[in-house]
Structures are given as structure tokens and as C-alpha cells.
């Protein structure tokens, strides 16, 4: 599925290293780590705790995860839906991913790992960080997207989908763990659909189709 998502990725940027890369990624995946494993390293830098959540569920129809969003956003939130995104856009841990959108590649064990491993170390048995954090840092980049796109500014909206896009591109070809991988792909899907339903949503048809058939085809 991130085949179809490929051609909508953002043109790297030379100025980030494939260790800036990782250190963006490892920032994410650390901060869910309670008691980490003496094997990670530490972040770099750290965006604080997770952010709390408004209670119960999320204001929109969920049926099509990501596309029925964009359309309600398109068609204007409801103050609801508005408060519910902006309390999801706040969390600025979301920068990380406008870093892994533009990386050309990423050292994700080099950043992951204490180096030199010791001799008793086995791969299979390497510790790998929690996923969670990036999740919740791509749900904070579409909320923003969304936010975005109910105030008017469709191209911003797109950029920051793409970026969603691309984070998760560079990840599922990079990954060094299944763990890697599928949250890479379930970003770039994410990105994908939502992308497809923005130009459904502002008359851009002909780019709207062009997705639905690659996505169709893969």
C-alpha cells in the first residue's frame, strides 16, 4: 500500500541528515518508554508527556477512517469538532514529523541503539521503543491539516497531508522491524486517502481519481 502513496511524497530536504532523521523518530518513540531498556539512548530532546485527550469519542463519522474527516472539515467543523481538534493539534511533539516528512533517509538503529553492543546481544532479542508516540504525533500533524482546511487554507492542508505521507513512506522503506514498518505504512495510508479526499472535497477530481485508481491497483 505505500507504493501508491510514493508518488506524493515531499522532495527531500538535503539539510536533514538521515541522523537528524532518526533522532526525530526516536524522539517520538521514547516518549511512551516508562522504564527503557539500557540498550535505547536517550532522545535528544523530549516534548513532555503525552497529552491528554478530550473524553469520550472523537465528534466525526468514522466509517472511512481519515477521508470522512477531511470532508467534514471541508464542509465546516462544528464547534465541537473544532475544540476536539484543537485540543489534538496542541501537542508539540508534531514538528518531528514535518522532519521525518522532508529526511531523504533515516539511521534509525544508530540513533535507536547504545553502541557498541555488548557481546551477549542478540538481534531478535534488541529492545524496540513503543509506537504509540508516533501515532499520536501524526494524529496531532491531521488535526492541524484539518483545522487547516476548515479555515480556508487548502494548500497548507496539503502540505502537512503530505507530510503524514511522507513520514510514513520514508519509515516503511527504512524500517528495521515489523514494528517500523507498520506504522510507517498505516501513515502513509492515512496520508493517502485523507489526500484524495481533500482534492474530492475542493474540486480537484482529476488528481482525487488519479489516487483512488492507484490505490485501486495496489
Excluded: C, K
Excluded at 523530549?46 to 466525526?60: K, Q, T
Excluded at 522532519?99 to 534509525?108: E, N, P
Aim: hydrophobic share 45%.
Amino acid at each position: 500500500g505505500v507504493e501508491a502513496a510514493r508518488p506524493y511524497r515531499l522532495p527531500a530536504d538535503p539539510a536533514i541528515s538521515a541522523e537528524a532523521a532518526g533522532e526525530a523518530l526516536h524522539a517520538l518513540m521514547m516518549r511512551s518508554e516508562t522504564r527503557p531498556d539500557p540498550l535505547l539512548r536517550a532522545p535528544v530532546r523530549s516534548h513532555g508527556p503525552e497529552p491528554e485527550r478530550p473524553a469520550g469519542r472523537p465528534p466525526f463519522p468514522t466509517p472511512v477512517p481519515g477521508a470522512d474527516w477531511v470532508h467534514a472539515a471541508a464542509a465546516g467543523l462544528t464547534p465541537e469538532q473544532a475544540a476536539y481538534l484543537r485540543a489534538v493539534a496542541a501537542d508539540p511533539a508534531a514538528v518531528e514529523i514535518s522532519t521525518l516528512a522532508r529526511a531523504g533517509s533515516i539511521d534509525i538503529l544508530g540513533t535507536r541503539y547504545v553502541t557498541p553492543f555488548p557481546s551477549t546481544a542478540i538481534e531478535w532479542e534488541l529492545p524496540i521503543p513503543h509506537t504509540r508516540g508516533v501515532r499520536i504525533a501524526v494524529e496531532a500533524q491531521f488535526a492541524r491539516a484539518l483545522l487547516a482546511l476548515d479555515a480556508g487554507r487548502a494548500a497548507e492542508a496539503e502540505v502537512l497531508l503530505r507530510e503524514i505521507l511522507s513520514a510514513g513512506v520514508l519509515l516503511a522503506d527504512e524500517a528495521p522491524s515489523i514494528s517500523d514498518a507498520l506504522i510507517g505504512a498505516h501513515a502513509a495510508t492515512l496520508g493517502l486517502g485523507s489526500l484524495g479526499a481533500l482534492y474530492e472535497a475542493t474540486g480537484r477530481n482529476a488528481e482525487a481519481a488519479h489516487i483512488a485508481r492507484l490505490s485501486d491497483a495496489v
